[in-house]
């Protein structure tokens, strides 16, 4: 079956450039999305379609998804995109999740 | 604005079923699927399955066929998720959100644009 797989934690100090991965078998034949999820909050759909923002997200977040890996790249990262991250791709009739990755802005 | 409100938190015995409900508004119910998905404490999102409103044709991830039913009532734009045999492994935040497929350039997304606030589900070992 396939799966997405993401680094489970990474850190970032803030103004700087944060590059989540997610990698799956030929992804980037596939579209992907990204959630933002931080705690006791529902998640929120910051990128999908690889890389189009919905309306209220702030144009520091962008994505681009090419050969097996799909990336999430948050610039000039502030303390409040501390949350879990997740990708989500599509693949044989049914929705997947990557494990997630913690980030964290010190 | 779109909003999708569940019911309150349950605690439920082993072998049990657990019947959740998120109530929609702000949009046309029919138009949207609605997804069950759920986390696990420490764990990742794992989605559950699917309804169409409109038909009540429902699809559900393998892990939860046979345990999972998730139906409707468009009277009150209101959709359901019941999970019957509950295990302590259950326990978990269960969130409805609402689906949005898209097909372009030969390849197909379905991701979800809206969330609920999420119900926790409790079965104690």
């Known amino acids: 079956s396939y799966e997405l797989s993401q680094p489970p934690s990474m850190s970032v100090s803030p103004g700087q450039t944060a590059s989540l991965t997610c990698s799956g078998d030929e992804l980037g034949a596939k579209y992907s999305c990204w959630y933002q999820h931080k705690p006791g909050q529902s998640p929120v759909l910051v990128i999908y379609?690889?890389?189009k923002r919905p309306s209220g997200i702030p144009e520091r977040f962008s994505g681009f998804n090419s050969g097996n890996t799909a990336t999430l790249i948050i610039r000039a990262t502030q303390a409040m995109d501390e949350a879990d991250y997740y990708c989500?791709?599509?693949?044989?009739?049914?929705?997947?999740f990557g494990g997630g990755t913690k980030l964290t802005v010190l | 604005q779109v909003q999708l409100v569940q019911s309150g938190a349950e605690v439920k015995k082993p072998g049990a079923s657990v019947k959740v409900s998120c109530k929609a508004s702000?949009?046309?119910?029919?138009?949207?699927?609605i997804n069950w998905l759920r986390q696990a404490t420490g764990q990742g999102l794992e989605w559950m399955g699917w309804m169409n409103p409109t038909t009540g044709n429902s699809v559900y991830a393998q892990k939860f066929q046979g345990r999972v039913t998730i139906t409707r009532d468009t009277s009150i734009s209101t959709a359901y998720m019941e999970l019957s045999g509950l295990k302590s492994e259950d326990t978990a935040v269960y969130y409805c959100?609402?689906?949005?497929?898209?097909?372009?350039?030969?390849?197909?997304?379905?991701?979800?644009?809206?969330w609920g606030q999420g119900t926790l589900v409790t079965v104690p070992s």
């Open positions: 959100a609402r689906g949005h497929s898209l097909y372009t350039n030969n390849l197909y997304l379905y991701y979800f644009d809206s």
């Open positions: 989500q791709a599509w693949d044989s009739g049914t929705v997947l």
């Open positions: 702000g949009y046309t119910f029919s138009n949207y699927d």
């Open positions: 379609q690889d890389n």
